[in-house]
């Protein structure tokens, strides 16, 4: 790995004209590409291993050098990897934020800057593609063959680590940005502290860990104007007027406003031992059923999300495989007592090489009765990640099919818009990121498909009918007589 010299790129104090050059290479690297993520890593004081070149000023590392620089720290560093991934990171916020432009007491990473200057093995990639950065948690659970588990500082205190046996703790961290320069650096500094508190416990229990800082998408795109603006001088009075808050009441008032707007509303969250397992949202949850050869339909959308709703879950149960939730109504299409089930399992996949969760079956109760959906064959996605999708139905497109052909199901029908659901590896109140269900081939790319053939079948037309033009056999002949062509009437 590269030494902790690399680190100072963003952190350590720098003259005053390599602040410019710093603000004007950031904008030049937005420029040429949107999607780029920074990757940190370093391994715990103490610990060394052999170094790794960094790439070339400029170079963009791509999945397989990412993994490849992954494999390298691995096979001879600690493998309890701890890995903070944020929601959005991009270098900006390490030019802006970082106490790169002479205000060393603004920067909001010392706790990072510390970890990097004690490590004897860091080393910084200023510029992933945001692909291979958002794969990173495949990645590490491919070449550490373990499962991730998505912690915080309170459960890692709890935590008891082997040295000799690997393990990948994931600490989610937020990313928001607001009006001003103020939000995003208050929650930069919350996160900085976030890694402060994992490195202190882990320091505490005497595990030797590598440790990796990443986003899992680039930061917004304004960021780069505004870094121009800070390292040309217009926001280096900002910062130091801004600089010392560390709590993040805003960002919490921000997202309540979040929730009060019309239309939006919170998932529905179940909890055990006082931790989130499953959670599901959905725009518009509907049921019909078949009754005199006519559908009769119920939106269970108003008695399941909104303001000052609480859905019943008794019922309801989550574990390491298996997860089932169990939404009670009453009075729904004249049955007194109705419950909507999900149930939801996952597993290892040896031909993937990664663990998925499936949604096995929607499953209606309603006196005494059950009709069972399948949905396990089209409805899945990764373990680590949760499932979207803008439709999921039973009689349009269907992703839910009724068990059997005499499975009460057959009488019913089930739609969910906007449909997000997670079963397993919660981190807080919020979803993972989202496996969609959009297909390869959407309605514009067929047209376009459409439209190119046409077009060629055009042309190859026209190039025929050229092809079989024939040259004349007799030219007039301007010494000779002309060429007579005789009419008749």
């Known amino acids: 790995m590269a030494s902790s010299g690399t680190a100072s790129f963003f952190l350590q104090r720098i003259p005053g004209f390599m602040a410019v050059f710093l603000a004007v290479f950031s904008v030049l690297i937005t420029v040429q590409c949107d999607e780029q993520v920074p990757v940190i890593m370093w391994t715990s004081e103490g610990v060394s291993v052999p170094q790794q ?49 002479g205000n060393k007491q603004d920067g909001v990473f010392p706790n990072l800057e510390g970890a990097l200057q004690a490590s004897s093995s860091s080393l910084v990639l200023p510029a992933v593609s945001w692909p291979a950065s958002n794969a990173v948690i495949g990645q590490l659970q491919d070449q550490l063959e373990t499962s991730p588990l998505y912690m915080d500082p309170e459960t890692l205190s709890q935590l008891r680590l082997n040295a000799s046996s690997p393990a990948l703790l994931v600490f989610r961290l937020p990313y928001g940005t607001g009006s001003d320069l103020l939000s995003a650096k208050e929650i930069l500094s919350g996160n900085d502290e976030v890694m402060g508190q994992v490195m202190s416990i882990m320091k505490s229990q005497s595990i030797p860990f ?74 518009r949850l509907t049921v019909s059923i078949l009754r005199n050869n006519q559908w009769e ?22 574990d390491k495989s298996k997860s089932r939730l169990v939404l009670n109504y009453e009075n729904i299409l004249g049955h007194r007592s109705f419950k909507l089930i999900f149930v939801m399992s996952q597993r290892h996949y040896t031909v ?33 990640y949760s499932y979207r999708c803008s439709s999921v139905s039973s009689f349009r497109w269907p992703l839910l099919v009724p068990r059997s052909a005499k499975d009460p199901a057959n009488q019913w029908r089930v739609s969910f818009d906007d449909f997000q659901i997670q079963g397993f590896s919660l981190s807080g ?54 060429i007579s062509v005789p009419q008749t009437e």
């Open 53 to 101: 070149a960094p790439p070339t000023a400029g170079h963009i590392v791509g999945h397989q050098q990412l993994a490849s620089y992954l494999e390298k720290a691995l096979n001879v560093g600690p493998r309890n990897l701890v890995l903070f991934l944020q929601d959005k990171m991009s270098i900006e916020d390490f030019t802006m934020y970082g106490g790169a432009f």
């Open 297 to 318: 339909e119920h939106n269970l959308t108003p008695a399941t999300f909104g303001e000052g709703v609480s859905p019943k879950l008794h019922g309801s149960d989550c």
């Open 352 to 384: 993937s090489a990664r663990r998925w969760f499936t949604l096995d079956a929607v499953e209606l109760e309603y006196d005494g009765t059950k009709a069972t959906f399948n949905g396990s064959r089209k409805i899945y996605a990764p373990a680590e």
């Open 429 to 482: 109140s919020e979803f993972s990121y989202a496996s969609d269900c959009a297909g390869f081939f959407s309605a514009g790319i067929w047209m376009g498909l459409l439209t190119s053939l046409l077009m060629v079948l055009v042309l190859t037309y026209g190039l025929h009918m050229i092809m079989q033009l024939l040259t004349m056999d007799r030219f007039d002949d301007p010494k000779g007589p002309g």
């Open 210 to 283: 590598t440790a990796v800082y990443t986003g899992l998408q680039p930061s917004r795109k304004e960021a780069a104007s505004m870094s121009l603006e800070a390292g040309l001088g217009g926001g280096r009075s900002l910062l130091q007027s801004r600089g010392g808050y560390r709590d993040r009441s805003r960002d919490r008032e921000r997202q309540q406003r979040v929730k009060e707007r019309p239309g939006v509303y919170p998932p529905v969250e179940f909890k055990e031992d006082d931790k989130t397992c499953m959670m599901l949202w959905a725009r």
